[in-house]
């Protein structure tokens, strides 16, 4: 399952976002299981019409109940004194339609994306640019 980390601070590092995760499941009891990380980056995106940079973290589990227990346990909790939303990765395409007709008397454009943003992957405390589907093409199946 992927996991999306939203709003992490901007200096962290993947190993600290793994270390938090491994840390969040484990805790203070050693037998607990460990969680094991297929993928775990850290990416920036800059909206380029006004600056505002966001930092996330993208990470695949291929368990899928201990995926559910890391965004049970770690949603929410402190990341650097800030806190951090975990959820399910939800994937979407340019061409997907979702609600484009009109729902409860609100018409909604049939793309509510956001445009020009640049994206980033952190690699070595280095941005990169990058595509995010780039970052699923060559993910562990």
């Known amino acids: 399952m992927d996991l999306f980390f939203r709003n992490i601070p901007a200096k962290t590092k993947a190993e600290e976002l793994r270390g938090f995760i491994v840390d969040g499941i484990r805790g203070w009891r050693p037998w607990a299981p460990a969680v094991e990380l297929s993928r775990c980056d850290v990416i920036r995106i800059t909206h380029e019409d006004t600056g505002l940079v966001e930092y996330h973290g993208l990470v695949t589990i291929r368990d899928q109940q201990m995926a559910e227990l890391v965004i049970k346990k770690l949603n929410g909790r402190m990341l650097k004194e800030v806190p951090i939303e975990v959820r399910e990765?939800?994937?979407?395409?340019?061409?997907?339609?979702?609600?484009?007709?009109e729902l409860f008397g609100v018409d909604r454009p049939s793309d509510r994306r956001r445009k020009n943003l640049k994206i980033e992957r952190r690699i070595d405390n280095r941005e990169v640019k990058t595509d995010l589907r780039d970052w699923f093409h060559d993910k562990p199946k």
Do not use: F, H, L, N
């Open 89 to 101: 990765y939800t994937y979407r395409s340019p061409g997907d339609k979702r609600y484009t007709e």
